[in-house]
């Protein structure tokens, strides 16, 4: 349980905030008091997701329609926000992925991701951090990975090779920026079912394997558990955290690549079988 004013007075600007994952954790910090600035590129998303979460908090939602993957954009919407009031924490959350063939290919396919993954990040970053340090003000950056920033992906390769420089850029400026009071610190979730990612990356034809098989913990990440995560790393209850990943997955990585899997579903019939 959290103090229900753990982030109150916290300006805090999340994109991709409008789905998914991102209004899950936009909506956990509107409960803790925030005010939130919820961006992404379609602005009837934005705006319904902003009332809703308004509706049912009572604390105030702007939206900001911007493409990340555009570093005009990005500055001139970091621009507008500040005129307001300056951003406290910024959460990477935007992303394209999709499940394709590496040597298939183009090199559009290819820049789609690694522009709004790994170049949106670094633009809204940038743009926050500039601000923070010639203020003189704190701030905090929380980017959302996933496991394959820790070990690759197939098929899913340039969201692997864009969420690998993300977490460079993360323990990176923790050094750079900490003196200037800027944490940042990043999150690696395992699989958390939303539409934007099943709709990418989960067909019909990939729902059939059991999950014990896969997830250690034989579930799915709930959309509170991650939200409550990325709650505590950017409340200022973990102040002395930065240049960290944290990883949540139920247990996944650690399966490994060619893990042992199918020795998970073995019957005690098989083990005394191998035993005798
Ligand atoms: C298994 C369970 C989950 C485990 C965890 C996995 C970690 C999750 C990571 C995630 O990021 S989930 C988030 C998923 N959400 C999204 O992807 C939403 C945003 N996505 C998009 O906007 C699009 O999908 C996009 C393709 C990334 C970008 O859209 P945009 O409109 O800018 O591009 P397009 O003009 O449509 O396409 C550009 C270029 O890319 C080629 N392309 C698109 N899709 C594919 C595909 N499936 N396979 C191959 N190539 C693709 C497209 O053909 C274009 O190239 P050219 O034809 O012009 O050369
Ligand atoms: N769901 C999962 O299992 C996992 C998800 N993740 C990560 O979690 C995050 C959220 O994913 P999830 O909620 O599942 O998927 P969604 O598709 O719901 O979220 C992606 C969001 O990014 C926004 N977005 C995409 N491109 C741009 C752009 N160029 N400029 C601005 N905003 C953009 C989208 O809004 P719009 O289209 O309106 O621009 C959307 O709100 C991502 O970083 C993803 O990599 C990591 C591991 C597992």
Redesign the pocket.
Known sequence: MFQPDLLRGKRILV?????????AISHRFAELGASLVL????GE??ESTAAAIAGETGVPVETAV????SGEAVDAMVERLWATAPIDILI??????FLARTHLLSHRAVDAVL???LH?TAYCTIACGKRWIEGGRPGTVLS????SALQGAPFTVP?AMA?AGVLAMTKSLAVEWGRHGIRLVAV???????????Q??MPEDRQTAPLARSIPLGR??EHAELANLCTFLVSDQAGYITGEAVVIDGGKRHLGGAGPSDLLEWTDEQWGKLRS
């Open positions: 994109t991709g905030g409008g789905t998914g994952l991102g209004r961006c992404g590129r379609r998303v934005l911007c493409d990340v993957r990477n959350n935007a992303a394209g992925n522009n709004t993954v949106g959302v990975l996933t496991l969201s969420k690696a979730p395992g699989p958390f079912p939303t539409p934007g990612a099943w990418q990356l799915y990440g």
